[in-house]
């Protein structure tokens, strides 16, 4: 398989350092988001690409991006400024006749085939976990205030979670790799639109970026765009393949009509092997009784899961405080899954409260536990406020007597 590809990454019109990294070679392609704060979500970023590079040399991509999420836990592990940092990632790989694509976060990974775009990847954030359950439409959760609040990242749980998908590539395939600042300002057909029009990989990067600047550039934006320039003529064996199986369809032989002997005889026989009318099993009642069954079970099942999947609790995950959906011990099937995470940790949690957000602290709704976190937050900082030690100065003036000179006294 022969590629050619190209890459553009720009820091956009509003953030002040580009925290993307990417990673462009013949076999191996990558893009990545960091966050965790101005320095950290660079340095997670930096950190994944280049661990995937060294890994997957000697490795499958799976488990170069296993590596790549132990890199980022081990750097965050060494300097206290960079704790709580994460990076998303997507990243394609050449192995043998096909391409491999794999997806933690919200960056994505597309196919174009035959003029028409295909997300390949599944969105990891609140806002595609909401809507793949129905509460948004793709018009509201374009514009979701909480779009950005991603539940899948590198570097913060050792057994991620990694989605795999593979394709098996032709010659005039493109992919595109991007961050979330290509695809919130530019959307699917536009960008379909640029990969159709642009013969070159690395006008169609250029042109990609240029049009998320001016559809705002509020974040970071990278791209890489690879193309299948040869297949070792896979398409043309499939097509042949597929001509000579239609022409061996055309080709077979249409069986003859029966003669009228043979209708007769086939009349005779069936008339000889006539059984009797066999009992009806399926009624009318019995369809209903089965419908009204069905019915029950979904109504109970459907309370379950409302109730287990409309109810939140602060907790911790690890030894940071987040916000989950659900309930703390679970209920029936439903495990309890992680909302929102915050930049506290237990420790942070004033003393009071720890038991309870240890075992648990349920909440009414999703605002009300972001209002209990709040809440922990200000406490913790009126706590640490009371213990910081602070200095004072007494002075005293004693007045003198007629004639004696002035003395004061400084205490500190």
Sequence with gaps: MKLDWAAASDTGQVRANNQDSAVAEDGLFAVADGMGGHAAGEVASRVAVEALRVSAEGNGLVEAVRAANQAVIDRADTDPALRGMGTTMVAIAREGEQVVMVNVGDSRGYLFRD???????????????????GRLTREEARVHPQRNIITRVLGNDPDVEIDVFTVDAFRGDRFLLCSDGLFNEVDDDAVADVLRNHRDPQAVADELVRR???????????????????????????????????????????????????RRARRADDSISVEPPRPRWVTWRSVLFALAMLLVIGSIAGSFWWFG???????????????FRGRPSGLLWLDPTVEQRTTLTLSDVPAARRDDVEKGKDQADLATARRYVVNLRQQAAEERAATTPTSSSTTTTTAPSPGTPTTTTSTP
Excluded: M
């Design 212 to 262: 998320a600047n001016a559809g705002g550039g509020r974040d970071n934006i990278t791209v890489v765009v690879v193309d299948v320039l040869d297949d070792n003529d896979r398409s043309r064996a499939a097509s042949v393949a597929l001509a000579g199986a239609a022409a061996t369809s055309v080709a077979e032989p249409i069986p003859a009509a029966p003669t009228e002997s043979a």
């Design 115 to 133: 003029g028409q775009l295909q997300q390949i990847t599944e969105d990891h954030n609140l806002v595609a976990q909401l809507l793949r359950e």
């Design 309 to 323: 999947r409309n109810t939140f609790y602060v907790g911790v995950d690890g030894d940071q405080v987040a916000i």
